[in-house]
């Protein structure tokens, strides 16, 4: 028999604790699926990976699937049935030659289940503690020089599980997390053990968690209460750092245009001085004033002032700092390392547009607490758009006419915006954010806010009151939902849409010809962004109603109507 208490590995520097137990090997289930991804990269160099639909006929863990997932989504909620199809369009060769060399022991012949952490103990690969948790660090900081945007996407879903997928219950915001769940060690029927673990941001401290007795859920629970203990500060940074006159330090490493996954980027040095670009072995290069580079995986760009052309969206936009370029040609991926004073000065840009001086410090204080509270994409902090905040950099503001198309003003593509906040305004925002008050915003309540429990199922049940808005400034709105976009989005034709409010959780239960799916705002948003652009909803809808041609929805507000309210008040 094995013991029935909670065994927590910790790693920190090179030092596995406590080491003896930590040399055993043992099956952690779901917590080997990075490698095979890594093996299916491996079998299809030049292929984006796929979006399935995980239905209750998929025979996954989840009775209801988990709905039209892609490679982050499908890693934050575990989903074995899209795994599944990655192990068994691999060789095994391939998947074993990968596990191993991860650190796993393993049995040939190597079935697709086994590669996923399914089927019997016998059958399973092994590995230990010391070794998995070597593994997890290389994968949070090492780069996988051919397939980046694989490991990006990955350390995407870990984030994602921390926050609404299978490690949620750890109900620390800022860490990484993967659970995994086996067979009982112990070899009782019918019973399980569950893992866990859990990552600082930079991936510089990690902790692994057995819970002999339950589910990689139920461990992550108890490695949370863990974490609560006074040993958390030797392992994993607390919930909050203690706060200081300058709530944040060093730089904000921001995703760029992630939800437009640009063709081809050029980026011109805006600046009055040379900037530098460098390419690991190639050495460096530098570029004048007006003179421009294409965004090639591999450059690193500045720091200085940049003005990136985005085709084929007719985007323009200046901003302030070193750009780091990844994923392929043909589709970049662009990180932003920039100061949090122009992060937030590009926050107030894209959120606030028009607004009075005051409730500029008001939005600057409250994106200092939401930055304050942790990274929400791996080692990248936050990304440009409405996921964490829509940061619009020096500008200029954009009019998207379609999903695809931005419309610029010419005067405004030639010069970046003066900053919006003077130094005294910054110290009184940098001051302000060190008092209590909210660390979320959005454009109108609707004159009803909602918690954010209500929102993401998580935090405070009672939503304070709009000092700017009551009920009958609803700032209501109405969208079109092509039948079209619903079934690209759900994966087939969509028989309703309906507003569901569960144990207190506003939930849009989403119902095709194959299964239904319940799913919160941001999941919403999210399915039908790529097809109908960020305003498809433009808040938590309140209805649906078929209409010929699709469904329409209808709100009221604009954003997520919880916390800070930057509509001016209705005249």
Not at 59 to 79: M, N, T, Y
Not at 163 to 182: E, I, M, N, P, Q
Not at 319 to 342: A, D, H
Not at 504 to 528: C, F, I, N, P
Request: contains cysteine; hydrophobic residues 40%.
């Amino acid at each position: 028999m094995i013991l029935a208490a909670l065994l927590v590995f910790r790693l920190a520097g090179e030092t596995v604790s406590p080491g003896a137990a930590a040399a055993v090997p043992r099956p952690v289930g779901s917590l080997q699926k990075p490698w095979v991804v890594a093996a299916w990269a491996e079998a299809h160099p030049r292929e984006e990976p796929p979006r399935l639909a995980c239905t209750k006929d998929s025979g996954c863990w989840k009775p209801s699937g988990h709905g039209r997932v892609d490679l982050a989504r499908a890693f934050s909620q575990s989903c074995n049935a899209y795994f599944l199809a990655l192990a068994r369009a691999t060789p095994e060769e391939v998947r074993a030659r990968s596990l191993a060399a991860a650190g796993f022991e393993l049995t040939r012949p190597l079935s697709p289940e086994a590669t996923i952490g399914l089927g019997s103990l016998d059958a399973l690969p092994r590995v230990t503690p010391a070794t998995l948790l070597h593994a997890y660090r290389d994968l949070l900081t090492r780069s996988w020089p051919s397939r980046e945007d694989l490991r990006l996407a990955l350390v995407d879903g870990m984030r994602a599980a921390a926050l609404d997928g299978t490690g949620a219950a750890l109900a620390h915001r800022g860490y990484l997390v993967k659970t995994g769940t086996v067979p009982a060690l112990d070899g009782r029927p019918l019973a399980t053990s569950g893992w866990a673990l859990a990552a600082s941001a930079g991936g510089d401290s990690l902790a692994l968690a057995l819970l002999p007795d339950g589910t990689g859920s139920a461990a992550a629970a108890a490695l949370g209460a863990e974490l609560e203990g006074p040993r958390s500060s030797e392992s994993l940074p607390g919930r909050e750092a203690p706060r200081s006159g300058r709530p944040v330090s060093g730089l904000v490493r921001v995703r760029l245009l992630e939800a437009l996954r640009p063709a081809n980027v050029t980026v011109l040095n805006a600046g009055d001085a040379p900037v530098r670009s460098h390419r690991p072995g190639h050495g460096d290069a530098w570029f004048g004033p007006g003179a421009s580079v294409a965004a090639e995986p591999g450059l690193t760009i500045g720091p200085g002032l940049l003005r990136l052309a985005v085709a084929p969206y007719g985007l323009v936009r200046f901003f302030e700092g070193t750009l780091e370029i990844t994923g392929r040609p043909g589709s970049v991926r662009l990180v932003l390392s920039s100061t949090p004073r122009s992060w937030v000065d590009g926050v107030l840009r894209g959120e606030l547009r028009d607004g009075s001086p005051g409730l500029r410090e008001e939005l600057a204080a409250a994106a200092l607490r939401f930055l304050r509270a942790g990274p929400r994409h791996g080692r990248d902090d936050l990304c440009d758009s409405t996921h964490c905040a829509v940061f619009a950099g020096r500008g200029p503001l954009a009019t998207w006419v379609t999903p695809r198309q931005a419309e610029i003003p010419a005067f405004a593509k030639s010069a970046p915006a003066p900053p919006l906040l003077d130094e005294a305004a910054w110290r009184r925002a940098l001051s302000a954010s060190e008092r209590p008050g909210p660390a979320q915003f959005t454009g109108h309540c609707g004159g009803t806010p909602l918690s954010s429990h209500e929102v993401w199922g998580r935090g405070p049940r009672e939503a304070p009151p709009c000092p700017r808005h009551g009920p009958a400034d609803e700032a209501g709105w109405e969208r079109l939902l092509p039948a079209a976009a619903l079934r690209s989005a759900f994966g087939g034709p969509v028989v309703e849409l309906r507003v569901l409010l569960v144990e207190g959780v506003r939930k849009t239960r989403v119902t095709t010809e194959e299964r239904s799916v319940d799913l919160l705002y941001d999941d919403l948003h999210r399915a039908l962004a790529p097809s109908l652009g960020w305003d498809a909803l433009p808040s938590p809808p309140d209805a649906f109603q078929r209409i010929p041609g699709g469904v329409l929805a209808r709100g009221r507000g604009r954003g997520h109507r919880v916390g800070l309210c930057l509509a001016p008040p209705f005249r």
